[in-house]
């Protein structure tokens, strides 16, 4: 049974920091890309950033150079990052597991509330 389950996630002050993680299981975890997506009320899901399994990585302009996305193989486990934290990153963040190679498959976390306010 593959789960993968965020943790980190609360209120937090505008310019504030936390670092989120996402604890995987049931899955060859370095096989597979790892995301990290938000959505905010009424907006549709977007991706926040992304790690590849060879450790490239990839972000939202909107997040570029405050979110800093890793994973540690060993642990099955990504993290995000976030500094600089700005009311319009209050959102729900899922975390997401994605293999590419056959035989594909796409799986996500439950989601972890971030709220940025004073």
């Known amino acids: 049974q593959v789960q993968l389950v965020e943790s980190g996630g609360g209120l937090v002050q505008p310019g504030g920091s936390l670092r989120l993680s996402c604890a995987a299981s049931?899955?060859?975890?370095?096989?597979?890309?790892m995301g990290w997506y938000r959505q905010a009320p009424g907006k549709e899901r977007e991706l926040v950033a992304v790690?590849?399994?060879?450790?490239?990585?990839n972000y939202a302009a909107s997040v570029k150079g405050r979110f800093t996305v890793s994973r540690d193989n060993a642990k099955n486990t990504v993290y995000l990052q976030m500094n600089s934290l700005k009311p319009e990153d209050t959102a729900i963040y899922y975390c997401?597991?994605?293999?590419?190679?056959?035989?594909?498959?796409?799986?996500w976390g439950p989601g972890t509330q971030i709220t940025v306010s004073s």
């Open positions: 790690i590849t399994s060879t450790g490239s990585t």
């Open positions: 049931g899955i060859i975890f370095s096989r597979n890309a």
């Open positions: 997401n597991a994605e293999k590419t190679t056959w035989p594909r498959s796409v799986y």
